[in-house]
């Protein structure tokens, strides 16, 4: 359940279908283990930030960005092959407004939980 829902969540999230992207990001918060939930819920506030930049709520991006930071850094620089340390560079470098893509290229292998 765990992998197949961040397989699609990456899917959904290089697709630019961030609210799909949201919701199966979700589903694997929902299952995973206590020590891994912040992990999951920093990719949601990831595909949320740049949902609420293509809605044009430049203060909900902002406030999904500086949360989406705080909960993925204990997880750099990888985790269940996602490239933890590149995502924080672009969530980094994200402004509302000015969104950069949001790369997921090099979180191709999704790897089972360590």
Same mark, same amino acid.
């Given at each position: 359940?765990? /992998?197949?829902?961040?397989?699609?969540?990456? /899917?959904? $999230?290089? @697709?630019?279908?961030y609210?799909?992207?949201? /919701?199966?990001?979700?589903?694997?918060?929902?299952?995973?283990?206590?020590?891994?939930?912040?992990?999951?819920? @920093?990719?949601? !506030?990831?595909?949320?930030?740049?949902?609420?930049?293509?809605?044009?709520?430049?203060?909900?991006?902002?406030?999904?960005?500086?949360?989406? $930071?705080?909960?993925?850094?204990?997880?750099?620089?990888? !985790?269940?092959?996602?490239?933890?340390?590149?995502?924080l560079?672009?969530?980094?470098?994200?402004? %509302?407004?000015?969104? %950069?893509?949001?790369?997921l290229?090099?979180? /191709?292998?999704?790897e089972?939980? %360590?």
């Amino acid at each position: 359940m765990i /992998e197949k829902s961040l397989s699609d969540g990456l /899917e959904l $999230a290089r @697709g630019g279908r961030y609210f799909e992207a949201h /919701e199966a990001f979700e589903d694997a918060w929902r299952a995973a283990p206590a020590d891994e939930r912040d992990f999951f819920q @920093g990719l949601v !506030h990831v595909v949320v930030a740049w949902y609420q930049d293509e809605r044009g709520n430049e203060t909900g991006c902002r406030r999904q960005l500086e949360k989406a $930071a705080r909960r993925l850094e204990p997880f750099a620089p990888s !985790h269940r092959g996602v490239d933890v340390a590149s995502l924080l560079a672009v969530v980094a470098r994200a402004r %509302p407004g000015a969104m %950069p893509v949001l790369d997921l290229t090099e979180a /191709e292998g999704v790897e089972d939980a %360590p």
